[in-house]
């Protein structure tokens, strides 16, 4: 069996919670992992792990300009390294990937987080969606073995690419503590601030809430939506935690109310997402405002965890009250979190991992 294993990702290592655990089950199962992601000017330093860390610097951050370099750093640490297997992550690693296992011997692996043409910042963008396109279609095709994270983007990957996919869900590791409801009750939203996060509804959905908001996590939007909670005066109500360390992140959702798992239709790419809050708010034993997604629709209907709203002021408005004025509901809701964390944890989804890496 192969040994060394190097995976690729565009994002800060310190929160991509999901490399993190892939890293640590492969290297707990036998397997020299490292991780190499990328440096930014507000990067916070890296806890010591059972694999390798690494990030590049770059000189651009963002655009077309960020991901040609990236990718051409990328190319040559690769090369450099030569691992036994390279697991590209994602299309915006592809590239550099498919590459330089051109010019070594190495298998390759592709971990597709997202489908890249249909995310919202790309969607409505043909020549940018095109390029993307012809990207993650290399990527598959020079794949060894391929895998996402929700069963729909298997079957449309599938059904595209002509190739089996697997499925690795963003489960968190289980949790066996139980939540501990603060006397002033907060709702907590996880993840990036970026277009169709639904993050707007929300905030003009708290106006009429008699409770505070967390917002845990950066990104583009973050100083317009500073600004809208500013006008909404929702100074007061709402604060903005910036990136919380995955260890503080953990212990801020338990004490939450509820947590926030909305999305706005734009492209494909969201509609048949995964998201990892979704069960990290199940394994805090919290229910949640969730937006009805086919993925999310299945999961509620095995467990119901989750008050499912279509992505509007009001009925986002009504949800976040039932949850704060409903006990019976809540009560219901939660019992059914403390359920459903027995089995949507990563203890259980990591054997869907290491085998797809054992069959190589």
């Not at 690729?8 to 892939?22: E, K």
């Not at 926030?260 to 034993?285: H, P, R, T």
């Amino acid at each position: 069996m192969p040994k060394t294993v190097l995976f690729t990702v565009t994002t800060d290592l310190r929160h991509d919670q999901r490399m993190q655990r892939i890293a640590a089950s492969l290297a707990q199962a036998g397997w020299q992992v490292t991780l190499l992601g990328r440096k930014l000017p507000i990067s916070q330093d890296l806890v010591a792990a059972p694999y390798g860390q690494h990030r590049l610097s770059c000189f651009f951050h963002t655009g077309p300009l960020f991901y040609l370099e990236f990718n051409f750093r990328l190319f040559f640490w690769i090369l450099k390294a030569s691992p036994d297997v390279l697991g590209i992550v994602d299309a915006d690693t592809a590239l550099a990937g498919v590459l330089a296992s051109k010019f070594k011997t190495m298998k390759v692996t592709y971990d597709a987080h997202e489908l890249f043409p249909e995310m919202p910042e790309v969607v409505h963008r043909p020549l940018v969606k095109t390029i993307w396109s012809w990207v993650e279609k290399m990527a598959f095709a020079q794949a060894d073995k391929s895998y996402t994270v929700s069963a729909t983007l298997a079957q449309y990957f599938q059904s595209r690419n002509g190739q089996p996919v697997g499925l690795v869900r963003n489960m968190p590791f289980k949790v066996n503590t139980m939540p501990v409801l603060q006397q002033r009750p907060y709702f907590i939203y996880q993840g990036a601030l970026n277009v169709g996060r639904g993050l707007e509804c929300l905030l003009h959905a708290m106006q009429g809430i008699d409770a505070h908001l967390y917002i845990c996590g950066s990104g583009p939007l973050e100083q317009a939506l500073k600004q809208l909670a500013h006008n909404l005066e929702l100074h007061n109500k709402v604060r903005f935690m910036g990136n919380v360390p995955p260890e503080s992140l953990v212990a801020l959702t338990q004490n939450a109310l509820a947590g926030i798992m909305l999305l706005e239709q734009k492209g494909l790419s969201y509609y048949y997402s995964l998201a990892n809050k979704f069960f990290d708010y199940v394994q805090a034993g919290i229910p949640q405002v969730c937006v009805p997604f086919p993925e999310y629709q299945a999961l509620n209907q095995q467990h119901e965890v989750a008050l499912l709203v279509e992505l509007e002021v009001t009925p986002v408005q009504n949800a976040l009250a039932a949850l704060l004025k409903d006990k019976p509901l809540y009560d219901r809701l939660q019992t059914n979190c403390l359920a459903a964390r027995q089995q949507w944890n990563w203890e259980i989804e990591q054997q869907a991992l290491l085998q797809i890496y054992a069959d190589l």
